[in-house]
């Protein structure tokens, strides 16, 4: 089945500053990449998708970037505020329509 | 606004007790989820359903049974509670079947095994 690694777990950044969280997928088939974001508390929500036959898309401050020969792709949040503080979870869905999660990654933004 | 619904928001049950955590949605989607979320470990799949009265295991689906008797509703069932599954579980539906599926999640059932 597929595999899915994201890295780091814990990011800490200062207010202003970018963060980059990465994920890496082991089944070349995949054609579907969302993100989720989960506040404390709170349910996870999609925050951003992309599929397979586009390498880069934007929504503000976020962005997602697909490498498909690399099986990778990535969630850039720049000028980060307090509010992105959350966990955020890649998830990868190919030919069937079960996502397979990472593991998520604890973004703290500090002010 | 509120469309994937889960009943029991905190359970404390004891060891050995038969537990039901009931999700519905009204979205008329087909596809719903049962996951568990533990610290460090993300979104592990339990169980999904694709139809009514259709259910396939997910990654780890030991210990748990479903239910889908209606399009709306999917019930996860831990038939002998142990504390292992003390854990927090999330209901979710999506829309159909092709790949681009964004799902829909509940505000999680906190669920304490003693």
């Known amino acids: 089945g597929e595999n899915v690694e994201q890295h780091p777990s814990t990011l800490s950044v200062q207010e202003g500053d970018s963060a980059v969280i990465k994920c890496t997928y082991s089944d070349s088939a995949s054609n579907y990449f969302p993100w989720y974001k989960q506040e404390l508390g709170k349910r996870p929500q999609l925050i951003i998708d992309?599929?397979?036959?586009?390498g880069e898309k934007k929504d503000q401050r976020i962005a997602v970037t697909l490498n498909k020969t690399a099986k990778h792709f990535s969630l850039h949040i720049t000028e980060t505020q307090p509010e992105d503080s959350a966990v955020y979870f890649c998830a990868v869905t190919g030919g069937s329509y079960i996502p397979t999660f990472g593991r998520g990654t604890s973004l703290i933004v500090h002010p | 606004d509120v469309k994937v619904t889960q009943s029991s928001r905190y359970l404390v049950k004891r060891t050995g007790e038969k537990v039901f955590l009931e999700c519905v949605q009204d979205?008329?989607?087909?596809?719903m989820f049962w996951y568990r979320q533990d610290p460090g470990l993300g979104l592990r799949l339990i169980y999904f359903?694709?139809?009514?009265?259709?259910?396939e295991k997910g990654d780890i689906p030991e210990g748990y049974s479903v239910s889908r008797e209606k399009k709306e509703r999917f019930s996860l069932i831990l038939e002998s509670a142990s504390t292992n599954q003390t854990s927090m579980y999330l209901c979710?539906?999506?829309?159909?079947?092709?790949?681009?599926?964004?799902?829909?999640f509940g505000a999680g059932s906190r669920l304490t095994v003693l």
């Open positions: 992309i599929r397979s036959n586009v």
């Open positions: 359903s694709y139809d009514v009265k259709m259910k």
């Open positions: 979710a539906s999506s829309l159909g079947h092709s790949g681009a599926n964004v799902l829909t």
């Open positions: 979205m008329d989607h087909e596809n």
